[in-house]
């Protein structure tokens, strides 16, 4: 038997144009027109469902001590008086956060202690407010579930103990901390300030996930040490206006040691390159009392990140890095001659000359409009331009302006490359 009326629910204050119909045993279920005044509070220890024509506005406090399932509307009223606390009181279980549609909170509260595991999320919801991390992870079921936080939102008390484990959208213009950790570790990834609040970006971390390091190991020439331990990834729209800085953190429990040794001067950010199938530089500064560590510039990519180790050796002013095999093959690895970074100074040349002195390519602002040396001859000034070039050892020269506090200077680098070309 169904009963119109509210059972065990405590408040202050609140209004109801279209009563709600409940069931006196476990559930509380509105089908219509609920809306909680400002200064009202309204708690519920039985399992709550705004059903598919229930229409639920929150402009007050709300206390949810059992799982949550919306359906249709729920939203906080465009007032900064609405607050949500998901404080569990179920026995060894974690809090369902459930429904066929978006549930919209300005400021919520996670508080259970349920194993360290205190909420699966499976549908879509989002913060406009804060969002406080008092106890218990929130963890978010893939393909089904989803936390983005609008722009100006911000995350407190965010720990070990309380993070969200899955997928953190983040939408907006501000700087932002992603509270995102897995099995029991909080590991933040922080994107620098964008120019458009149209901007949305995605991230979660990965601990101790092997296979996902099986098929990539293969690393550039710079990175010595990879942290095969951990990763996190960071995705961004396609209609996004600009790019990030990255950073993440190191910690003795989840970063491998010999990473940590001398971080200061070795340890980068790497992301894997799905073109080239490696590991590449994002270069790297470190901040060794917060334990983190920047890319200097925008990254050039997104996708899968995590730290490693590289020979500084190999890195000339400005970060850049001459990568010596060209293997034009299609198949995505070495298919033209890769100078990381090199698009940071427009003002460059590179020459490319055979065994016997003779120039084969050479161009200005490399890599700035697909001009790159695919193992063909091209140039104002080669011979046979078009023409493949057979399988060898060449030179190169590298040459840029760098700026810097002491102003401006053209740097010089030469080398050998080897080009497979099969001919």
Same mark, same amino acid.
């Given at each position: 038997?169904?009963?119109?009326?509210?059972?065990?629910?405590?408040?202050?204050?609140?209004?109801?144009?279209?009563?709600?119909?409940?069931?006196?045993?476990? %559930?509380?279920?509105?089908?219509?027109?609920? $809306?909680?005044?400002?200064?009202?509070? =309204?708690?519920?220890?039985?399992?709550?469902?705004?059903?598919?024509?229930?229409?639920?506005?929150? @402009?007050?406090?709300?206390?949810?001590?059992?799982?949550?399932?919306?359906?249709?509307?729920?939203?906080?009223?465009?007032?900064?008086?609405?607050?949500?606390?998901?404080?569990?009181?179920?026995?060894?279980?974690?809090?369902?956060?459930?429904?066929?549609?978006?549930?919209?909170?300005?400021?919520?509260?996670?508080?259970?202690?349920?194993?360290?595991?205190?909420?699966?999320?499976?549908?879509?919801?989002?913060?406009?407010?804060?969002?406080?991390?008092? *106890?218990?992870?929130?963890?978010?079921?893939?393909?089904?579930?989803?936390?983005?936080?609008?722009?100006?939102?911000?995350?407190?008390?965010v720990s070990d103990v309380s993070h969200v484990?899955?997928? =953190?959208?983040?939408?907006?213009?501000?700087?932002?901390?992603?509270?995102?950790?897995?099995?029991?570790? /909080?590991?933040?990834?922080? #994107?620098?300030?964008?120019?458009?609040?149209?901007?949305?970006?995605?991230?979660?971390?990965?601990?101790?996930?092997?296979?996902?390091?099986?098929? @990539?190991?293969?690393?550039?020439?710079?990175?010595?040490?990879?942290?095969?331990?951990?990763?996190?990834?960071?995705?961004?729209? %396609?209609? *996004?206006?600009?790019? $990030?800085?990255?950073?993440?953190?190191?910690?003795?429990r989840t970063t491998p040691k010999e990473l940590?040794?001398?971080?200061?001067?070795?340890?980068?950010?790497?992301?894997?390159?799905?073109?080239?199938?490696?590991?590449?530089?994002?270069?790297?500064?470190?901040?060794?009392?917060?334990?983190? #560590?920047?890319?200097?510039?925008?990254?050039?990519?997104?996708?899968?990140?995590?730290?490693?180790?590289?020979?500084?050796?190999? $890195?000339?002013?400005?970060?850049?890095?001459?990568? *010596?095999?060209?293997?034009?093959?299609?198949?995505?690895?070495?298919?033209?001659?890769? #100078?990381?970074?090199?698009?940071?100074?427009?003002?460059?040349? =590179?020459?490319? /000359?055979?065994?016997?002195?003779?120039?084969?390519? %050479?161009?200005?602002?490399?890599?700035?409009?697909?001009?790159?040396?695919?193992?063909?001859?091209?140039?104002?000034?080669?011979? *046979?331009?078009?023409?493949?070039?057979?399988?060898?050892?060449?030179?190169?020269?590298?040459?840029?302006?760098?700026?810097?506090?002491?102003?401006? @200077?053209? #740097?010089?680098?030469?080398?050998?490359?080897?080009?497979?070309?099969?001919?």
């Amino acid at each position: 038997m169904r009963t119109r009326y509210l059972h065990t629910i405590c408040f202050s204050l609140f209004y109801i144009t279209t009563f709600s119909q409940v069931d006196i045993a476990k %559930d509380f279920i509105n089908q219509g027109d609920f $809306i909680v005044l400002e200064g009202s509070i =309204v708690s519920s220890d039985y399992f709550f469902t705004n059903a598919s024509t229930g229409n639920f506005e929150n @402009r007050g406090t709300l206390y949810y001590y059992n799982d949550f399932k919306n359906d249709n509307l729920f939203y906080p009223g465009g007032t900064k008086s609405s607050k949500v606390y998901f404080n569990s009181s179920k026995d060894n279980a974690p809090q369902l956060i459930e429904g066929l549609k978006l549930s919209e909170f300005y400021d919520i509260e996670f508080n259970n202690s349920f194993l360290n595991h205190g909420f699966n999320l499976s549908n879509e919801i989002t913060v406009k407010g804060n969002s406080s991390f008092v *106890n218990g992870v929130v963890n978010v079921l893939d393909n089904e579930g989803m936390i983005t936080f609008l722009p100006k939102s911000t995350t407190t008390q965010v720990s070990d103990v309380s993070h969200v484990d899955g997928y =953190v959208e983040k939408k907006g213009s501000d700087s932002f901390i992603f509270p995102i950790g897995h099995k029991g570790y /909080y590991r933040p990834a922080i #994107i620098s300030a964008l120019s458009s609040e149209k901007d949305l970006y995605v991230g979660k971390y990965q601990y101790e996930t092997p296979d996902f390091f099986t098929n @990539r190991l293969a690393k550039s020439g710079v990175i010595t040490n990879l942290d095969t331990k951990e990763y996190w990834e960071i995705k961004r729209s %396609d209609f *996004n206006s600009g790019d $990030i800085m990255l950073t993440l953190s190191w910690d003795e429990r989840t970063t491998p040691k010999e990473l940590l040794v001398n971080p200061e001067k070795k340890l980068h950010i790497v992301r894997w390159d799905a073109k080239q199938q490696l590991w590449v530089d994002e270069g790297g500064v470190v901040d060794l009392e917060k334990k983190e #560590i920047t890319t200097p510039t925008s990254v050039k990519g997104y996708g899968f990140f995590t730290l490693a180790t590289v020979n500084t050796d190999l $890195i000339l002013d400005g970060d850049i890095v001459i990568y *010596n095999l060209v293997s034009p093959d299609g198949d995505g690895k070495n298919d033209y001659f890769i #100078i990381d970074n090199i698009n940071r100074f427009p003002n460059n040349t =590179v020459e490319i /000359y055979n065994r016997w002195g003779v120039k084969v390519y %050479d161009t200005k602002s490399y890599d700035s409009a697909g001009n790159v040396f695919r193992g063909y001859s091209d140039g104002r000034v080669t011979i *046979n331009k078009g023409e493949k070039l057979p399988t060898g050892t060449y030179f190169y020269i590298v040459s840029y302006e760098y700026k810097d506090a002491n102003g401006s @200077r053209m #740097i010089k680098k030469s080398g050998y490359l080897h080009l497979e070309s099969n001919k």
